[in-house]
């Protein structure tokens, strides 16, 4: 069974703060890690799926960095607004046709 | 283009009975996978079909089957159903390599009386 584990498991911060959270995951194999966002009453939305060691993401705000070498990745988010409320859940996939496993996800909450 | 559709959006079981949901993925996507969710849990992964074969199988008891149609829509089946299996079931599609983004549907919340 992998373990993939997120931490914190929950945040709360002030609106124009920034913040990140990490996913750790094992680093024997490495095939993927894709980030979602999980907002209450709604469908997990992906972020990013990173492939390669020393990937580097952004979306707007949001920014991702990977090293598959030590096993984590970091997502940051960058002046935090309300809309940014939400579940941040990260899936490791070890190997090619492999199955996604969730880390149980870090709760952000923003608030004004 | 339209996104992922599961049937029924809610649905309440007594214990005993069985229950089988439906997910329709993507136009173009091969690969339907499920997950279960429950409080306190992430998404636990149940199975995944690529091309009408099991690709993929997570550690749940045989009363949870599944199985994909030629179209790529999938079925999930729960039989027997216990108090435990009360959640959300999302399904999620993808295009099956494994680099490319899931699409999840907006789930099954299944109630086990």
Redesign the interface.
Known sequence: ILNVEQSPQSLHVQEGDSTNFTCSFPSSNFYALHWYRWETAKSPEALFVMTLNGDEKKKGRISATLNTKEGYSYLYIKGSQPEDSATYLCAFIPGTASKLTFGTGTRLQVTL | KAG?TQTPRYLIKTRGQQVTLSCSPISGHRSV?W?QQTPG?????LF?Y?SETQ??K??FPGRFSGRQFSNSRSEMNVSTLELGDSALY?C?SSLG???????????TQLSVL
């Open positions: 992922v996978s997950y849990q992430g998404l636990q992964f995944e690529f690709r993929n997570g550690n999302l999620a390599t494994g680099h490319e983004k899931l699409f999840f549907g907006s789930g």
